[in-house]
């Protein structure tokens, strides 16, 4: 029996219950394991924690039940996509990746990738997607951070695959609960579980999901001899966060939509951008694909003064960056190098009480618009009383 979301997250990657001991056993700290003086290092017997760990492997095997795939984690989001993009490429291939997805991608296409004799090409999330001609590697991040543009994942996978190209795509905004990419014709899920997936602000973590054994067995590889795996601790940490995730994207949703209806009836926000607005240009492909909404919302304040007021403004919203966490965050995306506008914002809708993010929200923006401003509005306001 296919059980639903919430009872594939509470049971996700626990082993058989056994009579005294815990649902999830607790986190193993080793770095080289007790051996066999006679065998050495065995098959099936944990002898180093760079290649092994009990429960590192759990996670793995309950975020692999939820992408439909098989998985090894790895330290950070980043961790796993470059060593993703190392493992595939050589001097001379050419990768497509998207031009506004997350940037430290495109950085790092422009200081590893571009020196080694790899060819980025950048496309846009929404398309058009050129010809996949001679391309080795596609990488698509949908929906994309910060702008929450979408593709279709069957379609450009369909369209890559023909070619003979290797098709990644990065889940780390729907979470494989929002989307599941392998059974939409995806080679490869990567994605940074820092942000919803584990969603309370507290590790980071990587992941590739595949059903393809050479590519994981090639990631595997680099990354035993790499190094980059997450820890006992974050590893524990991240599958106990696991079994409320159903729970807390449910709730982000919700708050996403509230806080989207608000942003996009007033007339001081330039744009609203999130994929469950009807209007929104992602609406139409992201509700055919995808099997919930997300909790990120993209706006506008128009400058950076007037995104700056507002963040300043808000009591329950934190300024902070990343997203997905149980605490509703906002962030001026210019900051940090997105070629984004100055008054950019990204909220990532936490678990709160709908009301009450959107009584912050609403003060917030009321507060921070500027003197000149207020006085329009209000103005206006009293203009419409008259
Ligand atoms: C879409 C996306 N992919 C990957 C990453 C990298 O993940 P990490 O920060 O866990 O390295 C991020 C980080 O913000 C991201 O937003």
């Known amino acids: 029996m296919e059980y639903r979301d919430g009872t594939r997250c509470v049971k996700a990657g626990l082993p058989e219950p056994v009579p005294g001991e815990p649902f999830l056993p607790g986190p193993v700290f080793a770095a080289p394991y007790n051996l066999d003086p006679v065998t050495g290092p065995a098959p099936g017997l944990d002898g180093y924690g ?7 492997r759990r996670l793995e095997s309950a975020i692999g039940s939820l992408e439909g795939g098989d998985c090894l984690t790895f330290a950070s989001g980043q961790a796993a996509i470059t060593g993703l993009l190392l493992t595939l490429l050589r001097p001379g291939d050419m990768v497509m990746l998207p031009a506004d997805g997350y940037y430290q991608v495109r950085s790092f296409a422009t200081a590893t990738l571009r020196p080694l004799g790899v060819v980025p090409l950048l496309v846009p999330t929404a398309g058009p997607y050129p010809s996949f001609a001679g391309v080795k590697l596609v990488l698509l991040e949908t929906p994309a951070n910060p702008g929450l543009d979408v593709c279709d994942i069957a379609e450009v996978a369909a369209a890559a695959r023909a070619a003979g190209a290797v098709v990644a795509v990065d889940n780390t905004t729907a979470t494989p609960l929002g989307q599941r990419p392998l059974a939409l014709g995806a080679d490869l899920v990567v994605a940074s579980g ?9 590790l980071l973590l990587g992941y590739v999901a595949s059903n393809d054994a050479d590519l994981l067995a090639a990631l595997r590889g680099w990354r035993d ?8 601790f974050d590893a524990w940490l991240a599958h106990r ?6 729970l807390r994207l449910t709730r982000q949703a919700l708050n996403a939509a509230a806080a989207a209806a608000l942003l996009a009836t007033r007339p001081d926000v330039d744009w609203v951008r999130w994929p469950g607005l009807p209007d929104d240009p992602a609406h139409q492909v992201a509700a055919r694909q995808m099997r919930r909404m997300p909790g990120v919302v993209s706006f506008d304040l128009g400058s950076r003064e007037r995104a700056i007021r507002f963040l300043s403004e808000c009591r329950l919203v934190r300024p902070a960056t990343s997203f997905g966490g149980l605490h509703t965050t906002a962030d001026r995306r210019a900051q940090w190098g997105d ?4 008054g950019f914002i990204r909220l990532s809708c936490g ?13 917030a923006l009321d507060a921070s618009l500027a003197p000149e401003r207020t006085a329009a509005v209000e103005g206006g306001e009293q203009a419409a009383e008259a």
């Open 241 to 246: 966060s696991l079994g409320t995730l159903e």
């Open 194 to 202: 820092t942000k919803a997936l584990t969603g309370h602000s507290d």
């Open 351 to 363: 678990i709160e009480d709908t009301d009450d993010l959107v009584s912050d929200l609403t003060s």
């Open 50 to 56: 760079r290649m092994d760990n009990p429960t590192r």
């Open 225 to 232: 001899r790499t190094g980059a795996v997450p820890g006992g």
């Open 339 to 342: 070629d984004v506008s100055e």
